[in-house]
């Protein structure tokens, strides 16, 4: 790719033009923008290209409620090989480019591993020349910016676009209409370039945007009803104002809905109209579209794309059908029936009767068929779209699509045989596994350019930022005392950056000697942020009553809790409070310190996973799809301290026993010992785990008087509902966890050159794990297509 646009000169009239001043005067964020106007010229022949060659074939349209994107400036930099040409222009102006680099907010696309997963994907897609466009939604907030007010969570807007963003292109000349019973909207396309690395190909994600018909009503403002002129204009905006609106009332559930729609139906209006341009009709349509569905948020693009066949296009049912059954895949990711989405059908009738009528003959037609197969009437009740008062979204995605992935090994047999069981028992050839991945480029490449140096000058070039599975050549260094010298030498100055970030934007101060031992991820009870609060308060005692024979470490964490979930939020007030315990014990702050990333996101993990020595997998065994950020600390040195959940069996396989450390029950054992189980015997039978239940009530820990410590006490030793008591058998395995982990600590001081061998051989057995690896699977195995290089 052309890159001589990338100078001062170029660089000094864009900033200019941003700023109406001379480059020298010119602020960090003002820099940030002109570099990036820069790179969006640089790449828009290209770009055009790629997309007039990808409109004319087959081609994967991938539908996400989220993708979480990070920062765009260096991810595109670094691809298109312009960092240095960056750096030498912004210097030219006495500028420096980590500062001009720091003004960019992140992309508020996004929360947690489903859009990450979706970036990742458009990554490796655009890497390997695939001709894939993205389509979500260009939310004005994001989830939220977390905030820390006394310890609990705040949710407060994330304008990430207030100072404009460059790397979003509005094509207003390409706007849709959407069509709700009660309203109706224009859907304007914003599209964001995706670079790949060492390629000329920029492939597209396409964000929607709600926008009212008319901007307001001026006779009534002229009237002076002032509110009355903008409520048509603010209902339409809330569409787009933040990904997943609290859904614990009905209106927040309706706009969940309205907002599913919205993207389904641009995007799809988008791809039909693009077949009929390219092919005059709509009968092969199927040959050339493909839909991939990340989760059920999508599902509404089924009967959408059945209303547009049959409505607009005059298509019969079975001939509609025919097309739709071949078009859409779907990817599911969770072994949690109850996690299903399902809606009321009064939010149906009241947003889109029609697109309702087409779910019931759906549901008609199902039922006939499977009765024409001789299923009995109760499995016929359960695998129905649609029951007396609900939409089952995962039901009408698993009958309509000719493919359904997990997103992992365990994770497809347990959908196979639990979750799915049903759809599996009835249409089997549709199952496949398409285990995670995450890009190479940003989680390794990009972020620690240290280990990257590292890995570039032992394999003799940076072949494998395209082809991590090079890096296998390698594992046998793991025996190379200076190789490993090298290794623990990058670690280091990696966990000396962290705390100097961690000091300059929180104040913390920590000590890059000791262990970094992390969890970031999801605030979710499953994933058991509680079992590992649980481990540094009973150290935290132990430190107390006199042990002093303990490895230094550093527990790190980064999570978002939903709004609407309380107990999650609670969770996040109670390691908030263990850190404010152990950080002002001057008994206990030289051995151990707590730190809780706030609003924790891309940004930030890019700081935190280079500098990990331990990563915290400890999810209840099936439970978990599959994770990612596994995957990436894993890439980065970082090893795994697990169950057997999701993709950390791979991670297992790949690297072999000696290399992990895992623990707890395994999922096909739990049903067994649950039996039997009782958790306030446990406490009881478990050194050290009833004074930390205890601690939870007893004033050591402060919730403000709320109760919330209480209540998750209660979780653990008392039932809830049907699912009895510690749903997610957190003192069950409390024990093992325990155990592995000291053992985990004192094997890192006791042979450090036995650690980085460890730490070497999850490196080198990364391959697997990149998201070029399950791209290349899903573009062979589901959707089809071949590499189309312009």
Wanted: hydrophobic letters at 40%.
């Amino acid at each position: 790719m052309a890159n001589d646009m990338i100078d001062n000169t170029s660089l000094g009239m864009s900033v200019r033009a941003v700023s109406g001043r001379e480059p020298q005067s010119g602020t960090p964020m003002e820099f940030w923008t002109a570099l990036s106007l820069d790179v969006v010229a640089q790449l828009a022949e290209n770009w055009d290209k790629s997309e007039q060659r990808y409109n004319s074939g087959r081609m994967e349209h991938y539908f996400s409620a989220e993708f979480l994107m990070g920062r765009a400036l260096l991810n595109n930099l670094n691809n298109l090989g312009l960092v240095e040409k960056a750096r030498n222009a912004v210097s030219a102006y006495g500028k420096d480019l980590a500062d001009v680099l720091e003004a960019e907010h992140d992309a508020a696309l996004g929360n947690g591993g489903l859009g990450r997963l979706a970036a990742c994907f458009l990554d490796s897609c655009a890497t390997l020349d695939l001709p894939v466009r993205g389509y979500g939604i260009l939310y004005r907030y994001g989830l939220f910016k977390q905030l820390f007010d006394d310890g609990y969570q705040k949710e407060e807007p994330d304008s990430w676009m207030e100072e404009g963003y460059p790397f979003v292109i509005r094509r207003e000349e390409e706007q849709k209409l959407v069509s709700y019973a009660d309203l109706k909207v224009r859907a304007i396309p914003y599209d964001m370039p995706i670079t790949g690395y060492g390629t000329q190909n920029v492939n597209t994600l396409r964000l929607w945007k709600a926008e009212p018909m008319a901007e307001f009503d001026y006779n009534a403002f002229n009237s002076q009803r002032f509110t009355d002129a903008i409520v048509e204009r603010e209902r339409v905006h809330d569409i787009c104002r933040v990904l997943y609106p609290n859904d614990s009332t009905f209106e927040g559930k309706v706009l969940r809905v309205r907002q599913q729609y919205f993207f389904c139906s641009a995007s799809l209006q988008t791809i039909v109209g693009n077949e009929i341009k390219q092919r005059g009709d709509l009968r092969r349509f199927a040959e050339f579209n493909a839909m991939q569905l990340n989760d059920t948020h999508p599902v509404l693009a089924i009967p959408e794309l059945m209303r547009i066949l049959l409505d607009e296009h005059n298509f019969s049912w079975d001939e509609a059908w025919n097309i739709v059954s071949h078009s859409f895949a779907y990817t599911n990711h969770t072994v949690l029936a109850e996690a299903l989405e399902t809606w009321e059908i009064t939010i149906f009738e009241r947003l889109f009767p029609r697109i309702l009528e087409i779910i019931r003959e759906i549901d008609r037609r199902f039922r006939a068929e499977l009765a024409a197969k001789g299923f009995d009437q109760g499995k016929i009740d359960y695998m129905a779209p649609v029951d007396d008062q609900r939409v089952r979204m995962a039901w009408i995605a698993c009958y309509a699509a000719y493919s359904i992935n997990g997103v992992a090994a365990l994770h497809t047999e347990i959908i196979k045989k639990e979750t799915l069981h049903d759809w599996h028992d009835v249409w089997p050839e549709k199952f496949n596994n398409k285990t995670n991945g995450v890009t190479p480029r940003r989680w390794l490449h990009l972020c620690n350019p240290r280990l990257a140096g590292l890995l570039t000058q032992e394999l003799g070039s940076d072949a494998w930022v395209r082809d991590l599975d090079l890096l296998r050549a390698l594992r046998d260094r793991a025996n190379d005392g200076d190789l490993l010298m090298s290794l623990g030498a990058v670690k280091h100055e990696n966990k000396k950056d962290f705390a100097a970030w961690i000091k300059a934007r929180q104040g913390i101060e920590i000590n890059p000697d000791a262990i970094f031992d992390v969890q970031i991820k999801r605030l979710h009870e499953y994933k058991r942020q509680l079992l590992n609060a649980f481990y540094i308060l009973d150290l935290y005692f132990k430190i107390k009553d006199g042990e002093r024979n303990v490895p230094p470490r550093v527990f790190i964490f980064g999570a978002k809790a939903a709004p609407g979930y309380l107990r999650a939020k609670a969770i996040i007030k109670l390691i908030n409070e263990i850190a404010k315990l152990v950080n002002n014990d001057p008994e206990v702050n030289d051995l151990i310190k707590v730190v809780f990333v706030e609003n924790y996101n891309v940004s930030p993990a890019e700081h935190i996973i280079p500098a990990a020595d331990i990563s915290e997998q400890i999810s209840t065994a099936g439970k978990e799809a599959s994770g990612t950020s596994n995957m990436k600390f894993m890439m980065n040195g970082a090893l795994t301290l697990g169950t057997m959940d999701g993709a950390n069996v791979e991670i297992l396989d790949a690297v072999g026993a000696d290399n992990a450390y895992i623990f707890g029950a395994h999922e096909d054992e739990l049903q067994e010992l649950r039996k039997d189980y009782n958790p306030w015997l446990v406490a009881e039978q478990t050194p050290g785990l009833k004074r930390v239940l205890e601690a939870l009530v007893d004033g050591t820990l402060d919730d403000n008087g709320t109760g919330a410590f209480y209540d998750l006490r209660s979780s653990l030793l008392e039932p809830q509902g049907w699912d009895g008591a510690d749903v997610y058998y957190v003192l069950g395995d409390f024990a093992a966890y325990r155990e592995t982990r000291n053992k985990m600590a004192a094997d890192y001081y006791a042979d450090p050159r036995a650690w980085f061998a460890k730490t070497w051989v999850n490196i080198t057995e990364s391959g697997r794990f990149s998201s070029d690896r399950t791209i290349r699977n899903y573009a062979t195995d589901v959707w089809k297509i071949a590499p189309e290089s312009i």
